[in-house]
């Protein structure tokens, strides 16, 4: 399962729920405003809201992160 790590007030997290929603793409959200999700998402390599876990990788950033659920 996919698991996006966002935040509610940023505008590619933002642009990245609506696609999710709009496609019905089967994702866990994760907001990093809560301290565990942020070191979930900086223990996969990331530091910053929007980032796709697919299981294996870490996607970072709107567009990459659409263009992985296309």
Do not use: C, K
């Not at 999710?20 to 301290?35: A, K, L």
């Not at 223990?43 to 970072?60: F, I, K, Q």
């Not at 992160?65 to 296309?70: M, P, T, V």
């Amino acid at each position: 399962m996919f698991e996006l790590f966002h935040a509610i007030s940023d505008e590619g997290s933002a642009r990245v729920r609506r696609y999710i929603v709009e496609h019905e793409v089967d994702v866990r959200f994760r907001n990093v405003t809560y301290d565990e999700v942020m070191r979930d998402l900086i223990a996969h390599g990331g530091s910053h809201a929007p980032a796709l876990w697919d299981g294996e990788r870490l996607v970072t950033g709107a567009d990459a992160i659409i263009e992985r659920l296309a």
